[in-house]
């Protein structure tokens, strides 16, 4: 049955890999320019953890190349929901809309057994085409990774195996979509928002929380954060003195009030003030405490993610298993 | 003859379809009900009956694309739908779907592939017969030809039962007689049970010999041709002018069990019967029926059913 | 070799057609004794009809001997195969009898139709309990 499942997927297979293909060559400029940039910083010691003045200019010069690139990468989550619409929802839907289930079910292979088959000729394809996504964009964001880290959004999304767990989850949502709605454009419709549904509050609520995040107290005003480049920030906060409270914005503002009104108003002026507010601040006890993500925990993150989309897969695939056993006709 | 002796002594012969209390229903309407038939080895079946009698639900329930609601439905043994039945069983539906994008050769090869056993040989023969162009996407082929193409996929499977609705609805009356030819051919050859629906009666006797007639989503007659022939009649009688009163039912004579068609006049009154036994009464004659008639006949009388149990001399065919 | 046809509407069983037309074609002498007829599907593909029709007519050729069926080989007209139910075997005597009758009926003013139709009548009539015509 292998000719058969190529034979009626050869084409999607051919755009997916048309798609990586074209974004490698569109890509290829833009990141071999970059990894030029990227060069020179390292070169001048301005990657890291205290950035020097000196490379204020060297950093202009990467963040003008990479801005669009950093604009539009994060477009690009969207090429699993478009896998798994454009290979996940037809494959049991347009055999319904089109009737030719009673052909491809009357023959000499049962439903589940043709289902199976079909679902491991697809999900190779998704998953090649996956794999191959990831090189590229691998490849492509290494640089920006090297200057931003690459627990960041965009260095998450695009390496390892989350892309690839993405794919196939969105993969599964359209053979359950299919199967469940048995017409080719509302599956599609339904993957794609069943995609989104899912996708925005795991990357956005739940992935920051995958492990509890890591603290450092003390740091004082003055200074950065002390994370590497690698850790993933979740946040800054202002923290009363003695050392353990952390202090909501409208209780911050108060306090910010209160250095203002104790600070000699006339020696102040809007270019040292940011200066003296935190010499005020570190004098009377006030510290910031970082919430991060160590750097170290990068790929038990990835292995999480990954693994969350796995089972929610399953649990789609497992459901369209018995939607199309049933048969209703 | 020694062989009946011999299927005797070993029960029934198996029968290539055998349902007991089968039944469908779709959300709250059933399509099929209470449908308990043994269709015997190696006949051709025609399954009889106007649009919505049940006649496709059948079908798609012995094929396994449908399932019972109540009731079993086997194939040569073997639960319809499981891989023992598929194995054993073509099938090509009311509106014979091909895959639009695909071509004729490509629908072979999926054939070959798909089915264990599919005559390749034979399928690209009779295609070229046929003059049906193999590179062609079947999308782009006229109605005729894309039946054409899926009863060869049907046929070409060598299954022990094979399962056709309407084969014939969308040919021209040329075309119709050459595919039952085919068909025929093809059963002689492999010695396999054809069933196939039709709400068209003409030219039954020709190719079916066996008869099942549907109506209203139930089984009304089933039974061998040759049983359905020697057990009914076409009685011609007395008038109403002979009998006096014009009466109701009228004069019926001693040995028939059920009338289902009555054509009273004054000279004479024609009646298609079906028979307990023989006719003596002197003023009625007694003449064959066709299957066409008995066909008809049961569908103008949606009340009547008739359900004999098969001889067992008939399965081996020593004597008609 | 004998090439079958059928007359769908003539009232008598398909088989039984196919059976008289090998005894017609022995009687003429255009099939012999040890000829080949075609396999049961050779007849199907020609006339395309049942082919346990063709299979019953074949058996009952055999029964009435006009044809031999050698297995794996086909079936071949039997040799001697007595052209047992033509009007040769019928005695002289109930032809001339019947001969006479046509001429009583014409003179009495029935039509060729009238003589058959009263015939047909009392033949059936006869040979009522034996089942139906």
């Given at each position: 049955?292998?000719w058969?499942v190529?034979?009626?997927?050869?084409l999607?297979?051919?755009?997916?890999?048309?798609v990586v293909?074209v974004l490698?060559i569109?890509?290829a400029?833009t990141?071999?320019?970059l990894y030029?940039?990227?060069a020179?910083?390292?070169?001048?010691?301005?990657l890291g953890g205290s950035?020097d003045?000196n490379c204020?200019?060297?950093m202009d010069?990467?963040?003008?190349?990479?801005r669009?690139l950093?604009?539009?990468?994060p477009?690009?989550?969207?090429?699993p929901a478009l896998?798994?619409?454009?290979?996940?929802?037809?494959?049991v839907a347009?055999?319904?809309e089109?009737?030719?289930w009673r052909?491809?079910?009357?023959?000499?292979?049962?439903?589940?057994?043709?289902?199976r088959?079909?679902?491991?000729g697809?999900l190779?394809v998704t998953g090649?085409?996956?794999?191959?996504?990831t090189?590229?964009l691998?490849?492509?964001?290494?640089p920006?990774n090297?200057?931003?880290?690459r627990?960041?959004n965009?260095g998450?999304d695009?390496?390892?195996v989350?892309?690839?767990?993405?794919?196939?989850l969105?993969f599964?949502i359209g053979v359950?979509a299919?199967t469940a709605?048995?017409r080719?454009?509302p599956?599609?419709a339904?993957?794609l928002?069943g995609?989104a549904?899912?996708?925005y509050p795991?990357?956005f609520l739940?992935?920051p929380?995958?492990?509890?995040?890591?603290?450092?107290w003390g740091l004082?005003f003055?200074q950065?954060?002390g994370?590497?480049t690698?850790?993933?920030?979740?946040?800054?906060d202002?923290?009363?003195p003695?050392?353990r409270?952390?202090?909501t914005?409208?209780?911050?503002?108060q306090?910010?009030?209160t250095?203002q009104?104790s600070?000699?108003?006339?020696a102040t002026?809007?270019?040292t003030?940011?200066?003296?507010l935190?010499h005020?601040l570190?004098?009377h006890?006030?510290?910031?405490?970082?919430?991060y993500?160590?750097?170290?925990?990068f790929?038990?993150?990835?292995g999480i993610?990954?693994?969350?989309?796995l089972l929610?897969?399953l649990?789609a695939?497992?459901?369209?298993?018995?939607?199309?056993?049933r048969?209703?006709? | 003859?020694?062989a009946?002796?011999?299927?005797?002594?070993?029960?029934?012969?198996?029968?290539?379809?055998e349902?007991?209390?089968?039944?469908k229903?779709?959300?709250?309407t059933w399509?099929?009900r209470?449908?308990?038939?043994?269709?015997?080895?190696?006949?051709v079946v025609?399954l009889i009956?106007?649009?919505g009698a049940?006649k496709?639900t059948?079908l798609?329930?012995v094929?396994?694309?449908a399932e019972a609601t109540?009731g079993?439905?086997?194939?040569?043994?073997?639960?319809?739908?499981?891989?023992?039945?598929?194995?054993?069983?073509a099938?090509m539906g009311?509106?014979?779907p091909l895959y639009?994008r695909?071509?004729?050769?490509?629908?072979l090869?999926?054939g070959?592939e798909?089915?264990?056993?599919?005559d390749?040989?034979w399928?690209?023969a009779?295609?070229?017969?046929?003059?049906?162009?193999l590179?062609?996407?079947a999308?782009?082929?006229?109605g005729?030809?894309?039946?054409?193409v899926a009863?060869?996929?049907a046929?070409?499977?060598?299954a022990r039962?094979?399962?056709?609705?309407e084969?014939?609805?969308?040919?021209d009356p040329i075309?119709?007689?050459?595919v039952m030819t085919v068909?025929m051919?093809?059963?002689a050859?492999?010695?396999?049970t054809v069933?196939?629906?039709?709400?068209?009666?003409?030219?039954?006797?020709?190719v079916?010999?066996?008869?099942?007639?549907m109506?209203r989503?139930?089984?009304?007659?089933?039974?061998?041709?040759?049983?359905l022939?020697?057990a009914?009649?076409r009685l011609?009688?007395?008038g109403r002018a002979a009998t006096?009163?014009a009466?109701?039912?009228g004069?019926v004579?001693?040995?028939?069990?059920?009338?289902l068609e009555r054509?009273?006049?004054?000279a004479q009154?024609?009646l298609?019967?079906?028979l307990?036994?023989?006719?003596?009464d002197?003023?009625w004659?007694?003449?064959p029926?066709t299957?066409?008639d008995?066909?008809?006949?049961y569908?103008a009388?949606?009340?009547?059913?008739y359900?004999?149990?098969?001889?067992l001399?008939?399965v081996?065919g020593?004597?008609? | 070799m004998?090439?079958?046809?059928?007359?769908?509407?003539?009232?008598?069983?398909?088989y039984?057609?196919l059976?008289r037309?090998?005894?017609?074609?022995?009687r003429l002498?255009?099939?012999?004794?040890?000829?080949?007829?075609?396999?049961v599907r050779?007849v199907?593909?020609m006339i395309?009809?049942?082919?346990n029709?063709?299979?019953?007519a074949?058996r009952?050729?055999e029964s009435r001997h006009?044809?031999d069926?050698r297995?794996?080989r086909?079936?071949?007209?039997?040799?001697?195969?007595?052209?047992?139910?033509g009007?040769?075997?019928?005695?002289?005597?109930?032809a001339r009898?019947l001969?006479e009758?046509?001429?009583?009926a014409?003179?009495?003013?029935?039509?060729?139709d009238d003589?058959?139709?009263?015939f047909?009548?009392e033949?059936?009539a006869?040979y009522?309990?034996?089942?139906?015509a």
């Amino acid at each position: 049955m292998t000719w058969l499942v190529w034979r009626q997927h050869r084409l999607e297979a051919l755009a997916a890999v048309t798609v990586v293909a074209v974004l490698a060559i569109v890509a290829a400029p833009t990141a071999l320019h970059l990894y030029q940039v990227t060069a020179l910083l390292r070169h001048d010691g301005c990657l890291g953890g205290s950035p020097d003045v000196n490379c204020g200019t060297a950093m202009d010069a990467f963040n003008a190349t990479s801005r669009t690139l950093q604009g539009i990468v994060p477009l690009l989550n969207i090429l699993p929901a478009l896998a798994g619409a454009f290979i996940g929802a037809p494959l049991v839907a347009r055999e319904y809309e089109d009737g030719t289930w009673r052909l491809a079910w009357s023959q000499g292979v049962t439903r589940l057994a043709w289902l199976r088959r079909q679902l491991l000729g697809t999900l190779a394809v998704t998953g090649l085409s996956a794999a191959l996504l990831t090189a590229v964009l691998t490849w492509w964001l290494s640089p920006v990774n090297d200057v931003n880290g690459r627990f960041t959004n965009n260095g998450f999304d695009f390496t390892g195996v989350v892309p690839a767990g993405w794919a196939l989850l969105a993969f599964a949502i359209g053979v359950l979509a299919g199967t469940a709605l048995r017409r080719v454009i509302p599956a599609m419709a339904v993957t794609l928002a069943g995609y989104a549904a899912i996708r925005y509050p795991v990357e956005f609520l739940l992935r920051p929380r995958y492990l509890p995040p890591a603290k450092t107290w003390g740091l004082p005003f003055a200074q950065g954060t002390g994370l590497a480049t690698n850790d993933w920030e979740l946040g800054l906060d202002p923290v009363a003195p003695g050392g353990r409270t952390v202090l909501t914005g409208a209780q911050f503002d108060q306090v910010q009030h209160t250095a203002q009104a104790s600070m000699n108003r006339a020696a102040t002026s809007p270019a040292t003030y940011p200066a003296q507010l935190d010499h005020w601040l570190t004098a009377h006890g006030y510290t910031q405490v970082a919430t991060y993500q160590p750097a170290g925990r990068f790929w038990a993150f990835q292995g999480i993610e990954a693994g969350i989309c796995l089972l929610l897969a399953l649990a789609a695939i497992a459901v369209a298993y018995r939607l199309v056993s049933r048969r209703p006709f | 003859m020694t062989a009946t002796a011999d299927q005797a002594a070993a029960g029934q012969s198996a029968a290539a379809v055998e349902s007991s209390g089968l039944g469908k229903r779709y959300g709250r309407t059933w399509a099929l009900r209470d449908c308990t038939l043994s269709l015997p080895e190696g006949r051709v079946v025609a399954l009889i009956g106007p649009n919505g009698a049940g006649k496709t639900t059948f079908l798609s329930l012995v094929m396994g694309l449908a399932e019972a609601t109540e009731g079993t439905v086997l194939v040569d043994g073997h639960p319809a739908g499981g891989p023992g039945a598929l194995a054993r069983v073509a099938f090509m539906g009311q509106d014979h779907p091909l895959y639009k994008r695909f071509t004729v050769a490509d629908h072979l090869r999926m054939g070959y592939e798909l089915n264990a056993g599919f005559d390749l040989p034979w399928a690209r023969a009779r295609l070229a017969d046929l003059d049906i162009p193999l590179r062609r996407p079947a999308g782009r082929l006229s109605g005729g030809q894309q039946a054409q193409v899926a009863l060869t996929l049907a046929l070409a499977k060598r299954a022990r039962v094979i399962l056709l609705d309407e084969p014939v609805a969308s040919l021209d009356p040329i075309a119709r007689r050459e595919v039952m030819t085919v068909l025929m051919t093809r059963v002689a050859e492999t010695g396999a049970t054809v069933v196939f629906s039709s709400h068209v009666v003409a030219e039954l006797e020709r190719v079916c010999d066996y008869l099942v007639v549907m109506s209203r989503t139930q089984v009304q007659l089933a039974g061998a041709t040759d049983d359905l022939i020697a057990a009914h009649a076409r009685l011609i009688g007395p008038g109403r002018a002979a009998t006096g009163a014009a009466g109701g039912d009228g004069d019926v004579p001693a040995g028939v069990a059920a009338v289902l068609e009555r054509s009273a006049s004054d000279a004479q009154t024609v009646l298609l019967a079906r028979l307990s036994g023989p006719v003596a009464d002197p003023r009625w004659e007694a003449r064959p029926v066709t299957v066409e008639d008995i066909a008809l006949g049961y569908m103008a009388a949606p009340g009547e059913r008739y359900q004999p149990s098969p001889r067992l001399s008939v399965v081996s065919g020593s004597q008609s | 070799m004998i090439a079958f046809y059928l007359e769908p509407d003539s009232g008598v069983p398909a088989y039984l057609q196919l059976v008289r037309q090998v005894e017609h074609a022995i009687r003429l002498g255009r099939l012999r004794a040890g000829d080949q007829l075609p396999s049961v599907r050779d007849v199907v593909a020609m006339i395309g009809i049942n082919p346990n029709t063709v299979a019953k007519a074949y058996r009952e050729m055999e029964s009435r001997h006009l044809v031999d069926t050698r297995q794996g080989r086909g079936t071949f007209v039997a040799d001697l195969a007595p052209a047992a139910a033509g009007p040769a075997a019928i005695p002289a005597a109930l032809a001339r009898d019947l001969a006479e009758w046509i001429a009583r009926a014409r003179a009495a003013g029935l039509a060729r139709d009238d003589a058959a139709a009263v015939f047909d009548q009392e033949l059936r009539a006869a040979y009522r309990n034996e089942g139906i015509a």
